[in-house]
């Protein structure tokens, strides 16, 4: 275990030897160390954070399992439910406010950044937990048809998705997406920043408090050209949320993720880094992760003056 | 008894007549507002698939021509469909789809001509549904903005359209009208068997005074859709046809990331249960694998019965389907016309000769067919199983592949059990199990007591590998629309 | 009487699903040679009808010779199936039609509402039988069927058959006081299983009458009960049919529903006044290629 700055000036403030944390990944609401026993360890200007699992293909496949035999029965509550999950996630997030504060400075954020990204972090799970039980009645519709028939259109999760995290917002842009996804009713795999996967791994362990079922939101950390390949060509796999790169290499590996999503189509979307704007905010980003489905149904043609036919 | 004893009562021919067509002997491109010439001198024949005679000379575009189609949409789309009132948009697309409803019987027969379709199903649904959809769109155009609440939709650009020769015109209007609504313009490419009522549609566009290079229709094979399709300067892709294209589309894509709707193939499962309106779902069944010879992505070609009412409904549907008469596509009284193409023939030919050889039971009508020609006779196989391929893979044909099934858990688990998720169709007079099974079902458009129904105002698409994005309804502008 | 099994499920019937296939039929185009054969096969089907409360002898006998020459101006026209009067025309009918296949038709049962007892309803049916009458068109007791006494109604109709003995017997279920198609259906289960030999849609006192839905209906629980019981049901439409076009599409229904052996006025009729003309209308057109004027035919 590799000690922190913090862990280290507090041996020399208290004289006691800190218990140093081991980070472990999030997979199917519990929390093990990656299968293949490699870590590595990002470094903040120069520092370790410490180590972390390097999560490799078994991983990945584990907590798709996790996230595919999830998705049923979260999707199968009721929006109500899934609302007071995601308020509970507001609440014990900003439980931990101070830790998530420190977490990020150690990650590089000055002490404005770090606490006004825990602060719109958590106001976005409130806001997203107030979506839950509404965004269906902003985005389905019942349908004019010519005929005979009562048809309407209304959202259903798409079903498994995987999440690239933001590489610079590790709290904010991982929660950005990761409520608007649960909201619905999918399930998630996510790839922490690759070099500031503290976050992450802190808001894991709100998550396992906050009532929200194993296997609904899984973290993976590790690096995304090792596993890129992988979760864009798993089948089990039904739709991608990435954050565009700005880099050559990055861009590499987006073209090489759509590629690879090609195989059973998966929905590929992808977003602007900066996760701050309040209008990163919406409920499209609720629909971005649904798929319409429309119904039909004959309707009876009979009136107060009888039968026409 | 008195008079008549001979009960038999043969319902003579009644053929449309072909008189009110205007067809010329040879088609350039539909390129800014002008019929044009390509820039190669390659024609090749359309022939009407009933009888294998040539039609129309059609030209194979030239990868200049598709540059010099998409330039003109560009070039439109900059100087004035973008910058056009949206409420004058309106008017032009409240035009086409006049025009259209002023020529329908010449567009019916065509289509009947170029697709082997009945006359009956062109006349009665695709081209009345082509101008439904024109006129549906075109009060979209000024109100785009009570669609998308707390944004600002804009147009994409130019989107290059590539449509399947199922339902020429119908396909067409999906793609042009949402389009042109949104304030994009367009470049079309019709299927290659099927490129005549799309050059129709170009005159009526003519005629109907758009700004030239609104719409834009290249003809020619799959290549001629791949340049449309990589073309740097388009900014939307949309496509309608076999899951395999749409997949190496989306690959080509990959580069670019440019936004596309894929709608693509399917293996719709129609679900029976017990205590179904039984005669009305067996037309349902009939209607939904032999509409359009089952050329229809969204077709219900995988039948699963519940097993106590298993013998009757197969008893019924082998009635019905000796009812179907199968024959001349103009014939008034044909239900079943041509197949599509030899191609697709020996596919699906290919496909029944597989049905027998994986021990299932093959049903087909005592039915003469014509000699010259595309045909198949309508197809039911029994004792199929999920595992076999005739009830895995789209045939696209008039097959039928019926399976039992005891449970609600148990059909809902096999009919979920394939790569794709157009469509679905459940039959019973329960109303709890009815939204149970719609909801369960992963597809996107579902048929509950009914099938096959389509409607301008309602989405259709599909989930999983029958692609993605929506068209019709409000749903469908989002295909079309960038929204900040 | 003679125990019978009751029919233990009526399907459901979609109302929807009902009339899209039924307009399916509208759009067979039937011309030449078919539409010939098949205007010559309703003029043979039809029951020429009359039931008024102001019928008087003259009327029958009017109705009885038109029934014998429908026009005479045209060679080879067949007649129609039947007359159907009151009882108490049966007797001069007969006797008008005597040594002809023209048949007659009696109502009974207290039409048209059937509201008496089952012993003046025998009663009435054994005078009609008595006065000579061919065929008994009784209604069942919709106001039973209604309460759910379905044994009430399912007894009676097997009381009056068993009364007609060989005499074939119509079963009119009154289609439009049912209300739903899943009435109509079970009422002709119904009506089969007690020993109709024919079902049929109307009195043509209640609106609306025969529709093609409601008739695709019963030809399609005809067909279930022939295949459950070899047994061989007709049908009759009757009330609202007096166009040539609707009647040929009537018989494509029955075409494609029931089959050829349906086709033939021992299984299918038409109980109509107006609609012989307009078939006769029909046929002479298609014989001179003129348009024809309804003036040129006769009516009684």
């Known amino acids: 275990m590799a000690k922190t700055n913090k862990t280290r000036s507090a041996q020399l403030e208290n004289q006691r030897l800190p218990v140093l944390k081991t980070y472990k990944m999030f997979i199917g609401g519990t929390f093990p160390r990656t299968e293949s026993g490699r870590y590595y360890a990002p470094k903040v200007k120069g520092q370790s954070l410490g180590n972390f699992c390097l999560a490799s293909r078994k991983d990945l496949r584990n907590s798709v399992v996790a996230a595919r035999s999830a998705q049923p029965g979260w999707a199968a509550r009721s929006g109500y439910n899934r609302s007071q999950i995601l308020y509970r996630m507001a609440e014990m997030l900003e439980g931990r406010h101070g830790q998530m504060v420190d977490e990020l400075r150690l990650q590089g954020a000055t002490n404005r950044q770090a606490i006004s990204e825990v602060n719109l972090s958590i106001e976005r799970a409130v806001y997203y937990a107030g979506w839950c039980d509404k965004f269906q009645q902003v985005f389905s519709s019942v349908n004019p048809v010519a005929s005979q028939h009562f048809n309407f259109s209304l959202l259903e999760p798409t079903g498994v998705v995987f999440h690239v995290a933001s590489e610079n917002q590790p709290l904010l842009g991982l929660v950005s997406l990761v409520l608007p996804i649960i909201a619905s009713g999918n399930t998630v795999v996510c790839l922490a920043s690759e070099n500031k996967p503290m976050s992450a791994i802190s808001l894991t362990e709100a998550i396992a408090t906050s009532d929200v079922p194993a296997g609904v939101v899984n973290v993976l950390t590790g690096h995304l050209d090792e596993l890129s390949a992988h979760f864009s060509s798993h089948l089990d796999i039904n739709s991608i949320a990435l954050n565009r790169f700005n880099s050559k290499q990055g861009n590499r590996t987006v073209r090489s993720i759509r590629e690879q999503a090609v195989e059973n189509l998966k929905r590929v979307k992808e977003y602007d880094q900066n996760w701050t704007p309040t209008n990163r905010q919406n409920p499209y980003l609720i629909a971005d992760f649904c798929e319409v489905k429309t119904t039909w149904h004959p309707i009876e043609k009979i009136s107060a003056a009888g039968s026409p036919y | 008894m008195n008079q008549p004893t001979d009960n038999h009562w043969p319902l003579t021919e009644a053929l449309e007549s072909r008189e009110s067509i205007r067809l010329a002997k040879s088609y350039g491109l539909f390129v800014n507002g002008q019929f044009i010439r390509s820039s190669g001198s390659k024609k090749y024949w359309t022939i009407n698939p009933a009888n294998e005679k040539r039609l129309s000379r059609i030209t194979e575009s030239t990868p200049k021509d598709v540059d010099r189609a998409v330039r003109a949409a560009r070039n439109c789309y900059e100087k004035h469909w973008s910058r056009m009132k949206p409420s004058e948009r309106g008017k032009y697309i409240y035009r086409i789809a006049r025009l259209i409803q002023e020529q329908s019987r010449e567009l019916a027969i065509l289509e009947t001509l170029d697709g082997g379709k009945p006359i009956r199903e062109s006349r009665d649904i695709d081209i009345p549904l082509a101008a439904a959809h024109f006129f549906y769109y075109a009060g979209w155009a000024d109100k785009l903005k009570y669609a998308f609440p707390n944004r600002n939709p804009r147009p994409l650009g130019v989107a290059a359209q590539v449509i399947p020769w199922n339902f020429p015109l119908l396909m067409a209007a999906w793609k042009i009208a949402p389009a042109l609504a949104c304030g994009n313009t367009v470049v079309l490419k019709p299927a290659e068997t099927t490129s005549l009522t799309a050059l129709k549609l170009a005159e009526i566009i003519q005629q109907a005074d758009l700004p030239a290079g609104a719409v834009n229709i290249i003809t020619g094979h799959g290549p001629v859709g791949q340049s449309l399709i990589q073309h740097p300067d388009v900014d939307k892709i949309a496509f309608t046809g076999s899951t395999h294209v749409g997949k190496s589309i989306q690959t080509a894509l990959a580069t670019s990331g440019k936004r596309s709707t894929l709608e693509l193939g399917g293996k719709a499962a129609n679900i029976i249960f017990a205590d179904a309106p039984i005669d009305q779902a067996v037309e349902g069944v009939v209607n939904g694998i032999y509409f359009n010879q089952g050329h229809v992505c969204c077709a219900g070609s995988r039948l699963f019965v519940e097993e106590s009412v298993y013998d009757q409904v197969i008893e019924k549907i082998k009635d019905r389907i000796d009812t179907l008469r199968v024959g001349e596509p103009l014939d008034k009284n044909t239900d079943i016309g041509a197949i599509n193409s030899k191609k697709q023939l020996a596919i699906i030919d290919q496909y029944i000769e597989l049905g027998t050889a994986e021990g299932a039971h093959l049903y087909q009508p005592d039915c003469p067919l014509p000699d010259s020609g595309f045909w198949c006779l309508p197809t039911m196989f029994t004792d199929v199983s999920q595992s076999n391929r005739i009830s895995r893979e789209e045939i696209f044909g008039p097959v039928l592949a019926v399976q039992t099934f005891r449970t609600v858990a148990e059909v809902i688990k096999k009919a979920n059990n394939t790569r794709y998720g157009l469509s679905a169709g459940v039959w019973t007079n329960k109303g709890s199990k009815i939204f149970n099974m719609t909801s369960q079902l992963k597809a996107g458009v579902i048929w509950a007591n009914t099938y096959n129904q389509f409607d301008p105002a309602s989405p259709f698409g599909g989930y999983k590998e029958s692609g993605f994005g929506r068209e019709g309804g409000l749903h469908g502008l989002a295909a079309y629309l960038a929204l900040k | ?300």
């Not at chain 3, 009974?108 to 025998?122: I, R």
């Not at chain 3, 058959?161 to 006081?177: D, F, H, M, P, Q």
């Not at chain 3, 089969?192 to 849609?201: C, R």
């Not at chain 3, 043509?204 to 295949?227: C, E, N, S």
């Open chain 3, 1 to 300: 009487m003679k125990p019978r099994i009751r029919p233990s499920y009526s399907p459901p019937i979609d109302q929807v699903g009902v009339v899209q296939r039924a307009n399916r039929f509208t759009n067979r185009s039937i011309k030449g040679d078919a539409k010939m054969q098949g205007l010559k096969m309703v003029l043979s089907m039809i029951d020429l009808t009359t039931l008024e409360g102001m019928d008087t002898p003259g009327k029958v006998r009017q109705l009885c010779t038109k029934a014998l020459h429908l026009h005479d101006q045209v060679a080879n026209l067949p007649h129609v199936a039947a007359v159907c009067v009151y009882p108490n025309f049966v007797a001069l009918a007969k006797q008008k039609l005597a040594g002809t296949e023209v048949k007659v038709a009696s109502v009974a049962t207290a039409f048209p509402s059937g509201h008496s007892s089952l012993e003046l309803k025998l009663a009435e049916v054994q005078y009609a039988l008595e006065s000579g009458a061919d065929e008994i068109d009784m209604v069942i007791s919709r106001g039973r069927f209604h309460s759910g006494d379905f044994n009430y109604v399912f007894d009676e109709i097997s009381a009056v058959k068993e009364a007609c003995g060989s005499t074939r017997l119509k079963v009119i279920l009154e289609t439009g006081e049912l209300g739903t198609f899943d009435k109509v259906r079970h009422a002709s289960d119904l009506a089969m299983e007690a020993g109709a030999d024919f079902i049929k849609t109307s009195t043509g006192k209640i609106k609306p009458a025969a529709t093609m839905p409601v008739t695709l209906v019963m030809l399609q629980a005809i067909r279930d009960y022939h295949r459950r019981t070899g047994r061989q049901v007709g049908m009759k439409p009757a009330g609202g049919i007096s166009k040539s076009k609707l009647a040929l599409h009537y018989l494509v229904m029955v075409q494609e529903t029931l089959g050829t052996a349906w086709l033939d006025n021992h299984w299918f009729r038409f109980g109509a006044s107006s609609l012989a003309n307009d078939v006769l209308m029909q046929i002479v057109k298609q014989q001179t290629g003129q348009y024809q004027s309804a003036d040129h035919f006769s009516v009684d």
